[in-house]
């Protein structure tokens, strides 16, 4: 799916060949300010490196359009972003930004248990827990139907066995669709569980 090719960002990262294959789950694993989201915002061109290059599917990500990009590369970034609106709203936003059609109550329903969210569609997501909040930005970011899922420590607030619960179920959702995930976590055990593949990042920004 990726190849990164002698790729430099500032001082933060120095990656001489990396390769993340498609339909399958990679996890990024490093001490902080190891470059592990900067690694993340390279591949959706959220940033630029400043030597190498980075290819998906053998075209350089260089030459795809940024917007087209991130629709089919979605990242989920540290902070859940949540909106006006009521809990139905936040998970549709999704699919505005996508250019799909809203899903229906049923299909939101779905994406509430695979997170692990016991809510109703017409709650106000703005008084949910940190952990409850991370889970809705999930099931948006799930709603968009990408080929390829970004996601950045997308359950540190929730404890232990809660997150591996819902890491357990977001995997299994994407292996049954095909679907590429690369994710950073603190979580050296979540990530040998639900990872097919392990990038070490060093406090130097190079990848073991």
């Known amino acids: 799916?990726?190849?990164?090719?002698?790729?430099?960002?500032?001082?933060?990262?120095?990656?001489?060949?990396?390769?993340?294959?498609a339909n399958r789950v990679t996890s990024i694993v490093?001490?902080?300010g190891a470059g592990k989201s900067t690694f993340l915002k390279?591949?959706?061109?959220?940033?630029?490196?400043?030597?190498?290059?980075?290819?998906m599917k053998d075209k350089p990500l260089s030459k795809i359009d940024p917007v087209n990009l991130r629709r089919r590369v979605v990242m989920l970034g540290q902070e859940p972003v949540i909106f006006d609106g009521d809990l139905r709203e936040n998970i549709n936003i999704g699919r505005h930004?996508?250019?799909k059609e809203t899903l229906p109550d049923e299909k939101l329903q779905r994406l509430l248990r695979i997170?692990?969210?016991h809510k109703n569609?017409?709650?106000?997501?703005?008084?949910?827990?940190?952990?409850e909040k991370q889970r809705v930005a999930i099931g948006r970011i799930l709603s968009m139907e990408a080929d390829v899922y970004l996601l950045d420590e997308p359950t540190s607030a929730l404890d232990e066995e809660t997150e591996l619960d819902v890491l357990r179920s977001f995997i299994h959702e994407m292996k049954e669709q095909n679907k590429t995930v690369v994710m950073v976590t603190h979580s050296v055990e979540a990530a040998k569980e639900v990872s097919d593949h392990i990038i070490t990042l060093?406090?130097?920004?190079?990848?073991k």
């Open 202 to 207: 060093s406090r130097m920004g190079e990848s």
């Open 97 to 99: 930004f996508s250019e």
């Open 42 to 55: 390279l591949l959706n061109r959220m940033i630029e490196p400043d030597q190498g290059e980075i290819w």
């Open 115 to 117: 997170v692990h969210l």
């Open 121 to 131: 569609l017409d709650d106000d997501p703005m008084q949910f827990s940190g952990g």
């Open 30 to 32: 490093g001490q902080s």
């Open 1 to 21: 799916m990726f190849h990164l090719q002698n790729v430099q960002y500032k001082t933060i990262l120095s990656l001489d060949d990396i390769n993340i294959a």
